[in-house]
């Protein structure tokens, strides 16, 4: 199995009752790649996935291309893509074997190849005892497991994933996400990945599409959405950014806290931003400003500090410390210029 290129070329939607859903929107995804769609409920995923799906259609003149070829026109089950649902969509009275066997079936696949296909996925997916099971006597977990392992049974071109753990609890999150992680590797399949959720599109994306009112703010790799976020909704969306205000000082910033110096991008900005992993807290003569402890949440690796430094927005810190910090004490932090970051835009 591997994956073509694909390619969305001005697709825009606007709905009967008149909601614009999607702006035209562009995406040049690789063959093989992993690209996430990520963004707040109502910002437009779901209609680009069934657009690239061939489940609704573009209606601002706008293309998609398969392999280089135009697919705008072409039904979805003559595209060739497997896809998975936040609600998996299996049928509920066949066995998990007959729920992966059905898309080799309808396509006409003798049955011996049907059943050594049937067992090939289930093994990928581990879950192979469940063979005989009934979707009804499975887990939420488990279900999507068998709607993974239907979806790649018939070796599609690509795979089209709404948001398949958003329904599943934490732990169970976790390591499914890490199992499609290692599927996703394994296939080298092209796949359009949809979620609100920013850990998972840090963990699973070749690249982030991070999408705002039915467009695309910003497309990068997950290290230059999180280093060199593109606007404030991009930086507020994925992680934390502290943002302060402050007034040119030279190379530097002044703010009711303190004084940061600026690397050259930033010299001259008065609205900068940093992420909490990048402060450190140490001696007052070392700080660039310092604060009063508002709370302190330890995290068992980590604690997370919120500093009130008498400006309007207060300071999250991660420290390293596991001693305990008290509401109200003083704290004392240093940041280096070049973590400073500033918006281009
Ligand atoms: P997301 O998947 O990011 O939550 P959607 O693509 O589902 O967003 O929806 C984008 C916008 O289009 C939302 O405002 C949504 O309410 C609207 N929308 C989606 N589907 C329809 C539809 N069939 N009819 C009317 N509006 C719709
Ligand atoms: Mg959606």
């Given at each position: 199995?591997?994956?073509?290129?694909?390619?969305?070329?001005?697709?825009?939607?606007?709905?009967?009752?008149?909601?614009?859903?999607?702006?035209?929107?562009?995406?040049?995804?690789?063959?093989?790649?992993?690209?996430?769609?990520?963004?707040?409920?109502?910002?437009?995923?779901?209609?680009?996935?069934?657009?690239?799906?061939?489940?609704?259609?573009?209606?601002?003149?706008?293309?998609?291309?398969?392999?280089?070829?135009?697919?705008?026109?072409?039904?979805?089950?003559?595209?060739?893509?497997?896809?998975?649902?936040?609600?998996?969509?299996?049928?509920?009275?066949?066995?998990?074997?007959?729920?992966?066997?059905?898309?080799?079936?309808?396509?006409?696949?003798?049955?011996?190849?049907?059943a050594a296909r049937v067992k090939e996925m289930l093994a990928m997916m581990h879950i192979e005892p469940l063979a005989q099971r009934r979707i009804d006597q499975l887990s939420g977990g488990q279900r999507q497991r068998v709607a993974l392992a239907r979806a790649i049974a018939t070796r599609p071109r690509a795979l089209l994933l709404d948001e398949p753990l958003t329904a599943l609890d934490a732990k169970l999150r976790d390591s499914l996400r890490l199992e499609i992680?290692?599927?996703?590797?394994?296939?080298?399949?092209?796949?359009?990945?949809?979620?609100?959720?920013?850990?998972?599109?840090?963990?699973?994306?070749?690249?982030?599409?991070?999408?705002?009112?039915?467009?695309?703010?910003?497309?990068?790799?997950?290290?230059?959405?999180?280093?060199?976020?593109?606007?404030?909704?991009?930086?507020?969306?994925?992680?934390?950014?502290?943002?302060?205000?402050?007034?040119?000082?030279?190379?530097?910033?002044?703010?009711?806290?303190?004084v940061i110096a600026l690397g050259p991008d930033a010299v001259g900005s008065t609205e900068i931003m940093f992420r909490p992993e990048d402060v450190r807290i140490v001696s007052p003569a070392a700080a660039n400003f310092s604060g009063k402890v508002v709370s302190s949440f330890f995290l068992g690796d980590h604690t997370r500090l919120v500093i009130d430094t008498g400006d309007a927005q207060w300071v999250t810190v991660r420290a390293q410390q596991r001693t305990p910090f008290i509401s109200g004490e003083s704290v004392h932090c240093a940041i280096d210029p070049a973590a400073v970051l500033t918006l281009k835009s």
């Open positions: 199995m591997s994956g073509i290129p694909i390619q969305v070329q001005r697709c825009g939607k606007t709905f009967d009752d008149g909601t614009r859903a999607l702006e035209p929107i562009d995406l040049e995804i690789a063959a093989g790649e992993t690209i996430v769609l990520l963004g707040p409920s109502g910002c437009g995923k779901t209609t680009t996935l069934r657009i690239i799906a061939g489940l609704e259609a573009p209606d601002t003149g706008g293309r998609v291309l398969f392999d280089g070829t135009d697919v705008t026109p072409v039904p979805i089950e003559k595209r060739n893509v497997g896809m998975v649902f936040q609600s998996y969509a299996l049928f509920p009275n066949m066995s998990v074997a007959e729920n992966v066997e059905y898309g080799l079936k309808v396509r006409g696949m003798p049955a011996m190849q049907r992680d290692r599927l996703l590797r394994s296939l080298a399949i092209t796949t359009v990945y949809v979620t609100h959720d920013q850990a998972e599109a840090m963990a699973l994306g070749d690249r982030i599409a991070v999408m705002e009112h039915g467009r695309i703010a910003q497309i990068g790799s997950p290290q230059d959405i999180y280093s060199a976020p593109a606007s404030s909704f991009v930086a507020d969306f994925i992680g934390t950014m502290n943002r302060i205000t402050g007034v040119v000082q030279g190379n530097a910033l002044r703010f009711s806290g303190g």
